[in-house]
């Protein structure tokens, strides 16, 4: 199979931070390469980097070395007419409606209101939500309040959506259907999905490739391409042995933090 052509350049980069008892190192010499219509998945142990290397693509956070290129052009702040980003707190407006919440980057664009609103419209269906348009926040389950979130993120219709572990905050059983609706929704767009997650569930149902992270200072442990078929029997010998693959690179790691 022909490999995708790369959309995402992460070369060599370097992040430190100023603290009270001195500067603390982020991340070390990550390099990464993502191509166009991946979802490549980060994981490693609290404090890795894994947000901050996120927050670089998005244009947010700015490296002290190497440099993050988007499409061959490097990032240099935000740009929502490539990049959007999801969090893990919804971010809601709670004076809005769900439809009016997926409308919002639209209406930051400045597109008229009768095509953001049949856009959003349009977004309601596969959000699982059409029933739900004229509802508040206030009236909304932690599930639907994060795909609300989802849907605003998908209607302004960038090339690379951002996920920093969106669904942390849910119940698993909600986090599960949560990642089936992102499956879905992934194999009808094919965005460029870069995900943040401790759960490694998410990661092996979900990903087309997985970075593993090690302790801060953040690095490239290890990259794992999953080629198997959609959707995945997460008991299938083939997934049982990788989760142990996996656990155990990160449990290293995690010790080594805790040192």
Known sequence: M???ARLIAIENVTKRYATSS???????????AVGEGEFCTLIGPSGCGKSTLLGMLGGLVHPDRGRVLVDGQP?????PRRVATVFQDPGLFPWRTALKNVEFGLELGGMPAERRRSIATELLGPLGLKGFAGKYPRELSGGMKQRVAI???????????????PFGALDEQT???MGEWLLDIWRRTRKTVIFVTHSLHEALFLSTRVAVMTARPGRIKSVLDLSMDYPRSMESPE???LRAKLWGEIR???LRAMQ
């Open 2 to 4: 022909k490999a995708p």
């Open 22 to 32: 001195g500067p603390v190192e982020a991340l070390h010499d990550v390099s990464l």
């Open 75 to 79: 990032v240099t702040g935000p740009d």
């Open 151 to 165: 849907g605003r993120a998908l209607a302004i219709d960038t090339k690379i959506l951002l996920m920093d572990e």
């Open 175 to 177: 986090r599960v259907l």
């Open 239 to 241: 997934l049982v042995a």
């Open 252 to 254: 290293e790691e995690s």
